[in-house]
């Protein structure tokens, strides 16, 4: 028998980690040289600092690089020291400008301004903290998403979010945050003295939207083939490709992705070295792949974020980009069940795996409705590699795949 | 029976002037969080209600109604576990409300937007439940004028909504009448906060005072309040260490009955249970819906921006009160809350105001002895 061809890592991935390198070296430069730069909440405003040739850094994004270059017992330490208590992922950030002997990358250059969130309160509050160490101002927007809404949201709104974006916003909130977000453009054009422009603008959502579809693309190879041809963790890996979305680079990035994956899938070229049984895993990376994947040969194809990317994609009507990229800050997905049965299904996944912290025993809607749909679903008390999740794990392989 | 401690059994038996208004034929219109016009549902003749938890009640309808429901996903658990908030869910699911003919979420936080998407499912999915009509009464967080049109725009929703479900038409001259009730109510809680203030009223007691005022109609209130101002006036002052209390929305005396039983008075607080109840009387000179627009505008939600304000919010109430310690008290996972506490004990003890953290506290006190010996260590310091 012939042994199946494993490749691990896509070249793309080590180029959208190099790449994403550079992007803060030349930032620092540019900074140095008296450019501005602009630190925003995901999902909130990127777009529109793209747009204007600002260089902008998506807050988790630098929370997830401190966590990988495993800083964050430290920063967690430093928040303490400061007195703020508990253990907050989205305090790291904030936590590596306090000391930054020890930040990624040598740290960030002193941005202009801080484009708050309230996506919760808390991360409203550590973006003000955050403001006053680099002493520069904090402007929030409101209705961030999620936010719960008395708007109806249909089952399935994905098929919405594209073209139809319209119908899955509460019209009132749709035009106080247009409102919202031209007070802070004009803020940020008297800020830096860049100017904004229609036409920069409704290209860069061009640029989004294609290399959205570019995405999709790749997703599509990814869930249609097996051997599935990219491991998890390098679909993961790709998604720094988000934060140069709407840019030629963005679409570069994506477009080599997509390519590579076709390369694999027409040589027949798996990113698992044993792939008998496939898994959509309701939160990242699991923790406990390695062991499944050696010992039954499970492994996980799928997570949320896998068909993440094409829901950022949003039809421009009336020229007016600002309005639809509103549209998208509203509303970016939902989180109904329904959505883990399209993508396990698109994926072709044998079983969903999701964390539910508070089993009291009763069957989660998710259960219900991937059990309905024919996917075997097993719960798991956390996001987290230790024998009582290996034992849940390996059972459920056990009892209801093997 | 005293007018104070007819007040504090309202407090107690928080359903009782309502099942007595229901019983009567009128209906009754629950809401969370304090930032409710509940002049504009007044106004439409419904007997606005606010909501709370009980700490001693548990959490075990939860499992079965709620997080069977709840998203899965990781900005969905965000919210999951700020326990005041679930002890709200746990008093709806397990019938403590049924006398609520319609139920107002407002956007006070996201923990408490979110009740209106958990509710809502819950009362598609278990109708035996019959949890009432749900109504979300939005809002911006920030504090500014675009904000402020905004606001206005709800509040005119919502006026439109209550003459719609069962309300009658609010006219100009209800809804006067209803500010001049609601107006008088925040005269008589800022006289308890006075007396209070003077050492002649407990921490706890005013706390059941103010709470109480949320619980029965005004017109009822207001009388007993005004007794419960005399009373209280006659009353000798009491001494000993005066503390503040900021943090976490505390919506039982439990806090303050351990800090006043180690000698202390509680003299003011921050938390929208108490003191700032009596904040921002309405507009008399204004058109009466705008003065309601006005302040529902202008009273904040439960966080207040920017972070400065809600610094110097705390100072300026501490400074007022004569507050010679301030006990930060902040529940688990109330994540804000945790942020805001060091600006706030560094402004506070840069004004000569020494304080007291108490982080990541359960709803319910359990074992009041950790809570106990900090106190006590703290009024300790004080008097050293």
Not at chain 1, 128 to 148: G, H, I, Q, R, V
Not at chain 2, 21 to 44: D, F, I, N, R, T
Not at chain 2, 304 to 318: E, M, Q, S, Y
Request: negative net charge; charged residues 25%.
């Amino acid at each position: 028998m012939a042994l199946p061809q494993v490749d691990n890592r896509l070249e793309a991935v080590n180029r959208v980690r190099a790449h994403q390198r550079a992007w803060i070296a030349e930032t620092r430069a540019r900074v140095d040289a008296g450019e501005p730069f602009a630190i925003c909440n995901g999902d909130e405003f990127e777009e529109i600092f793209i747009a204007m040739g600002i260089p902008v850094l998506a807050i988790n994004y630098w929370n997830f690089l401190i966590a990988a270059q495993g800083k964050t017992g430290h920063y967690t330490q430093v928040l303490h020291e400061h007195g703020y208590a508990g253990n907050h992922f989205f305090g790291l950030a904030l936590a590596s400008t306090l000391a930054p002997e020890e930040a990624p990358w040598g740290g960030l250059p002193k941005p202009a301004l801080i484009c708050g969130s309230i996506r919760s309160e808390m991360e409203l509050r550590v973006c003000e903290l955050w403001a006053k160490a680099y002493d520069c101002p904090c402007w929030p927007l409101d209705f961030s998403f999620p936010s719960a809404s008395a708007h109806p949201t249909p089952p399935d709104w994905w098929n919405y979010t594209r073209d139809r974006w319209r119908e899955l916003v509460d019209p009132n909130r749709l035009a106080f945050r247009i409102e919202q977000e031209k007070a802070l453009l004009a803020y940020v054009e008297n800020l830096t003295g860049r100017t904004f422009s229609l036409a920069e603008m409704t290209a860069s959502m061009e640029l989004l939207n294609e290399q959205m579809a570019l995405w999709a693309e790749a997703k599509q190879l990814i869930g249609q083939t097996k051997p599935c041809p990219v491991h998890v963790r390098d679909q993961m890996s790709m998604y720094q490709a988000m934060w140069h979305r709407g840019t030629p680079m963005g679409v570069e990035l994506i477009r080599a992705y997509r390519d590579e994956i076709a390369h694999r899938v027409k040589r027949g070229v798996g990113a698992y070295r044993n792939e008998r049984f496939r898994l959509y895993y309701h939160v990242q990376v699991p923790p406990w792949h390695e062991h499944i994947e050696e010992k039954y040969g499970a492994v996980a194809v799928a997570n949320f974020y896998s068909g993440v990317p094409d829901l950022y994609a949003r039809t421009i009507y009336d020229n007016d980009p600002l309005a639809a990229l509103a549209g998208r800050h509203l509303f970016l997905f939902g989180f109904n069940a329904e959505r883990i049965v399209k993508e396990a299904t698109e994926h072709r996944c044998d079983a969903v795996v999701a964390v539910e912290a508070f089993d009291a025993g009763y069957p989660s809607r998710e259960r219900q409705v991937c059990e309905a749909a024919g996917l075997p679903y097993l719960a798991v008390p956390r996001d987290a590699d230790d024998d009582e999740v290996r034992g849940l794990v390996g059972r459920f392989i056990e009892e209801r795949l093997m | 029976m005293g007018a104070l401690e007819e007040l504090q059994g309202f407090y107690r038996q928080r359903d009782t002037a309502a099942r007595a208004w229901k019983a009567q034929g009128g209906k009754v219109l629950g809401y969370v969080s304090s930032s409710m016009p509940e002049e504009l549902a007044a106004a439409a003749g419904f007997l606005p209600y606010r909501l709370s938890g009980d700490p001693q009640a548990g959490f075990d309808t939860l499992g079965r109604y709620y997080y069977p429901l709840a998203d899965k996903s990781l900005p969905g658990s965000r919210v999951m576990s700020l326990e005041f908030v679930n002890a709200i869910m746990q008093a709806v699911f397990s019938g403590r409300y049924d006398f609520l003919d319609y139920l107002v979420i407002p956007y006070a936080r996201k923990a408490v937007l979110a009740l209106y998407t958990h509710f809502s499912v819950a009362r598609a999915a278990y109708p035996e439940l019959k949890i009432p009509e749900l109504y979300l009464l939005d809002r911006t967080i920030t504090p500014f004028y675009a904000g402020g049109l905004y606001n206005r725009g709800r509040i005119l929703d919502f006026k439109a909504w209550l003459e719609a479900s069962g309300g009658h038409p609010v006219t100009d001259g209800l809804l006067a009448a209803a500010i001049a009730e609601g107006n008088e109510t925040r005269r008589l809680l800022s006289e308890i906060s006075a007396l209070r203030a003077q050492g002649r009223i407990l921490g706890a007691e005013a706390l059941a005072v103010f709470g109480a005022s949320r619980f029965m109609p005004k017109a009822t209130f207001n009388p007993l309040a005004e007794r419960a101002v005399g009373e209280a006036g006659a009353r000798t002052t009491r001494t000993g260490p005066r503390l503040f209390v900021s943090g976490s929305p505390l919506d039982n005396t439990d806090l303050y009955a351990l800090i006043e039983d180690c000698g202390a008075t509680v003299v003011g607080e921050s938390h929208d249970w108490g003191a700032p109840m009596a904040d921002l009387p309405l507009n008399t000179a204004a058109p009466p819906l705008e003065a309601i627009a006005e302040r529902f505008h202008k009273s904040p939600p439960d966080l207040i921006f920017p972070l400065d304000a809600a610094v110097a919010d705390v100072v300026g109430r501490a400074k007022a009160c004569g507050a010679e310690g301030v006990v930060f008290h902040v529940y688990r996972h109330d994540d804000h809350e945790l942020f805001d506490v060091p600006a706030k004990r560094a402004a506070l003890e840069a004004a000569g105001i020494p304080t007291l953290y108490l982080q990541e506290q359960p709803y319910r006190i359990e074992d009041p002895a950790p809570v106990r010996a900090a106190v006590t260590q703290f009024l300790a310091d004080l008097r050293s």
